[in-house]
């Protein structure tokens, strides 16, 4: 009987969904305003191996990461909006050979992800705190890029002053789940 005591849960304190912070490494300035984000579901697929009488879900071969979406207050200038916006452009179709040569002298100094040597990739890490606001643990992520900005809707008629949000749609190759000193959990 002991040993069903030993396998319960020590820390009886529920993950709260206030205590984050949201660090990539090519866009600091949408760091520090962000205020949404998520751990990535995962999908395992499967397969049916046929049998005579019913057929029998077996586990699949891959994994499918759901993307990881983050909300950011806007700041009046726009750096922030437009440090994703000139993202997604420089890794897209630019208008001109110049703004894919800007774009990739952008952050040169900072270190590039193994898959990239054209500044396409940036790491992020996601830091989940306690609910004494202190560091729990970590998601670090491997080779982000935007793929979706959300637009910004001026409205006149609005009576209340709602600042602007805006949500960044991120893919990436992986993520890590991992405490203070890098371990798994």
């Known amino acids: 009987m002991a040993n069903a ?5 020590e820390n009886r304190n529920f993950l709260a969904p206030v205590g984050f912070k949201f660090i990539v490494n090519r866009a600091p300035k949408v760091s520090f305003f962000g205020n949404m984000a998520n751990i990535p579901g995962l999908n395992f697929g499967s397969t049916v191996q046929p049998n005579y ?4 879900p077996i586990p699949g071969d891959k994994i499918l990461f759901d993307d990881f979406v983050l909300r950011f207050l806007v700041d009046e200038n726009l750096e922030n909006y437009m440090e994703i916006q000139n993202w997604i452009r420089g890794i897209g179709f630019p208008e001109t050979l110049q703004q894919i040569y800007d774009f990739q002298q952008e952050n040169v100094h900072m270190k590039q992800p193994y898959r990239s040597q054209m500044n396409l990739y940036s790491d992020g890490t996601l830091i989940v705190l306690t609910s004494n ?6 998601v670090k992520f491997k080779d982000l890029f935007p793929v979706i900005l959300s637009p910004l ?5 609005d009576t209340d002053i709602e600042y602007f949000t805006a949500e960044v749609t991120f893919k990436y190759s992986m993520y890590n789940i991992v405490n ?3 371990d798994p959990l």
């Open 5 to 9: 005591f030993q396998k319960q849960i």
């Open 133 to 138: 606001q202190t560091f729990n643990f970590q």
């Open 180 to 182: 203070a000193a890098g």
């Open 153 to 157: 809707q001026f409205d006149a008629t």
């Open 53 to 56: 009488l019913t057929d029998i």
